[in-house]
């Protein structure tokens, strides 16, 4: 064999090696190292005091996922004023009291949310190259039995914000909040929910699951001064030094996750969320995480855009 044969070979072992390396730290390591996110964002009106938002998404629960389940439970302890919840629970259809057990301490904390493609409909096998070069190709599985999480839900007090405005009151703040059906599955009716966010609100609140630009559009035009999100996942493939590969969505890649701007007033926090599905269990430099959001209030002037629009250094600490 000659030597050009031989470091050709030598080369591709190494390139396999890597690669398995790579897919197995990313299915057993990595997926599973959960997150809490911590960071703070100037979007309530002036005078506000502080409010702790939890944001949990994309959990994509199947029954047996024990240490999730187990992650999950510890999230009560970081004692937030607000859960948003953004979709995407389930994964199995038998995994509706996994959810709520696992959420069950949480339940007790004034809570909103609305639901994404895998509430309603269970995993299917599909090319992930689909990601990339057929984005909105949709192949859909089981019908899941969202009736019962939602049930699950609002018995406990959550808000089910879908097509539908809300308001109430936390820790003596006035939150209005609205939100849509998925996007992702064009399921989306803003005309529901159409018309200027509520001006006597400490915080104007519109929940989506994916954030697609014309839904963010809308919320933006109507004033309110947060939108959360989840289904990108973060990108859940992502590459060092250049981040996430594709969004799964209309979003640019620079939003993939956290917080950013969108338009004039508005903020926008996307979830990189907690689970995969089963047939893509894989996370590579991208961590399952909740995001524990300290929102304050907005400075009255004097203040840069980078320091309206963003946010103070985010932290991340595994619980």
Request: proline share 8%; glycine share 10%.
């Amino acid at each position: 064999m000659s030597a050009r044969s031989t470091i050709l070979k030598n080369s591709a072992a190494a390139s396999a090696g890597a690669l398995a390396a790579g897919i197995g730290y990313a299915s057993l390591i990595e997926r599973n190292a959960f997150a809490v996110r911590e960071l703070t964002m100037p979007v309530l009106s002036p005078g506000s005091s502080p409010l702790k938002v939890l944001h949990i998404s994309d959990i994509h629960m199947r029954p047996g996922q024990r240490r999730k389940q187990a992650w999950l439970r510890e999230l009560a302890a970081l004692e937030p004023d607000l859960v948003v919840n953004t979709g995407d629970n389930l994964a199995h259809a038998k995994a509706v009291p996994a959810v709520v057990q696992s959420l069950s301490e949480l339940l007790s904390v004034p809570g909103v949310f609305v639901f994404g493609s895998n509430d309603y409909f269970g995993p299917r096998p599909k090319n992930p190259l689909n990601y990339i070069t057929r984005p909105g190709h949709r192949i859909h599985g089981e019908p899941l039995p969202w009736q019962d999480l939602r049930a699950a839900f609002t018995e406990r007090g959550w808000l089910d914000v879908t097509h539908t405005r809300r308001e109430l009151e936390v820790r003596g703040l006035h939150i209005a909040a609205a939100g849509v059906d998925d996007p992702h599955l064009s399921r989306d009716r803003y005309e529901t929910i159409a018309g200027p966010a509520s001006p006597a609100a400490n915080l104007t609140l519109g929940l989506t699951h994916s954030p697609e630009p014309r839904v963010l559009d809308r919320f933006a035009a109507d004033g309110y001064q947060l939108v959360m999100a989840g289904h990108t996942h973060g990108g859940q493939l992502c590459l060092p030094f250049y981040g996430a590969l594709v969004t799964n969505c209309g979003l640019d890649r620079s939003r993939v996750k956290g917080p950013s701007r969108w338009g004039v007033r508005t903020q926008l926090h996307v979830s990189a969320g907690i689970g995969t599905s089963p047939y893509a269990p894989l996370r590579f430099c991208c961590r399952p995480e909740a995001t524990l959001l300290t929102l304050v209030a907005t400075p009255i002037g004097g203040r840069d855009a980078d320091t309206r629009a963003g946010i103070s250094h985010p932290s991340v600490s595994v619980r």
